[in-house]
């Protein structure tokens, strides 16, 4: 059965741009992004941790591809993460982000470091940034491209305020490795909202690297559909559509978003694409941290007679990547 086109056949779902459901919803979760604003949460990782050695490793790739430049900025969804680091080797940093809270941003600056650092704050999207032509000499972006409906158009406007032989540098989540290789995979299922009962679908695909969803609304006047309002959470969303025959005729409206997502093959025509020279797309640490701790899970277990067991499992998990790495690091440069 295709579900898409069951849903375009009886209805006219409304297109939303992704920016709206994505970019922005992630952008308003200011708990993290002023947390990690914070300068003794923003640099305290643990080097024993296998997440923090590759957020460090991640955070320095980046530093390498800017360090000793003048004016950088940092764009994306969250912005916040990687500034202590960076302003640290360059002159000068400006960090947009579209939810900057003036208030709080001056409370979490107030602290003696920040007034020290070369930092500025700049309320704004990644759309259209308010930024003159040819005016940085690089620009950071933290999964800033693929949460946007045209990332072409996101990366022309980065291209735009860069300067000839600035340069660009950023960090993407692989779509390969999210579908573990997998063609097409397809989610669906039935959720509660505000009292209404909500059908969601959601495909995503490999070629092309693309994630759509929708989010059908129910007659709330239906019996069958009044019935789903009293499920608890656990029983309503283990429902699947072949529970409910009727459920294209129960369909009122539906709205739906895409998101382009990244590999490495179309990251780097992306980059290319946009007028971008010396394009690289490379794994980030992340790769190497989660073999270390492949290797560090392998010793614990040997040492307690497990060896077969340790091999097996990290053999399974090895199997589900097949060796895609899980984040793509980006660098390029604009010709002079």
Known sequence: MDIEADIRARLTPRRVPPAGLRYDLIGK?????????????????????????????????LVSAIRGLG?????GVNPGWPALRIASVVGELVVLHPHLDPVRLARTLGREKWHRMNIRWVVGGTASLPLADGSVDAVVSDFGLASWKDPGEIASELVRVLKPEGR??????????????RARVEESGFKRHGGRIYYGYTKRTLD???????????????????????????????????????LGDLLVSAE??????????????????SGLDLVRVVPSG???AVREHHEEFRRKLGSQGYTELADALIGHWEGLTSGRTPILLAKAVKPG
């Open 29 to 61: 979760l200011t708990q993290t992004f002023y947390r990690d604003l914070d300068p003794e949460s923003a640099i305290a990782l643990d080097p024993k941790h296998v997440v923090d050695r590759a957020i460090r490793a991640e955070t320095e790739s």
């Open 71 to 75: 004016r950088v900025v940092v764009v």
């Open 168 to 181: 660009l540098a950023a960090r993407e989540a692989n779509w390969g490795f999210e579908l573990q290789g």
């Open 208 to 246: 092309p690297p693309r994630e759509v969803e929708y989010i059908c609304l129910l007659d709330h006047e239906d019996g069958w559909v009044q019935n789903l309002r009293a499920l608890p959470r656990e029983a309503l969303g283990r429902l699947s559509p072949e529970d409910c025959p009727q």
């Open 256 to 273: 739906y978003f895409e998101i382009a997502q990244m590999t490495a093959e179309s990251l780097a025509r992306l980059l290319a694409g």
């Open 286 to 288: 992340l790769d190497r």
